[in-house]
């Protein structure tokens, strides 16, 4: 069993900033890969930034140059920084034991947090 619980979220202006934290407790060990996924009503859950135990990272056309993602076993932020209004969302933090470099694929992950709201006007 592997709990992952994000915190960060809130409501900022355009060109803001927020540092999302995703904490994971349980059987962490093996986990491989860990990514940050968006959602907005009446869409599914969309990659936004992955980061594997290499270093690797992969990112969201939209958020390359503005986002970052850090990783360990048992932690993962993301910092964001000049924040659009179309980074509106839920976030959730993800991780998987599976994939080996990072992935933005959504069907590999096999944890999931329950999401921390992000409001950008």
């Known amino acids: 069993h592997v709990q992952l619980v994000e915190s960060g979220g809130g409501s900022v202006q355009a060109g803001g900033s927020l540092r999302l934290s995703c904490a994971a407790s349980?059987?962490?060990?093996?986990?491989?890969?860990m990514a940050w996924f968006r959602q907005e009503p009446g869409t599914g859950r969309e990659g936004v930034a992955a980061?594997?135990?290499?270093?690797n990272t992969n990112y969201e056309d939209s958020v390359k140059g503005r986002f970052t993602a850090t990783h360990g076993f048992d932690k993962n932020t993301l910092q964001m920084d000049s924040l659009k209004p179309e980074d509106t969302g839920m976030y959730y933090c993800?991780?998987?034991?599976?994939?080996?470099?990072?992935?933005?694929?959504?069907?590999?992950?096999?944890?999931w947090g329950r999401g921390t709201q992000v409001t950008v006007s």
């Open positions: 349980g059987y962490v060990d093996d986990i491989m890969c």
């Open positions: 980061i594997d135990n290499d270093g």
């Open positions: 993800a991780a998987t034991r599976g994939p080996t470099s990072a992935s933005l694929w959504r069907p590999l992950y096999d944890y």
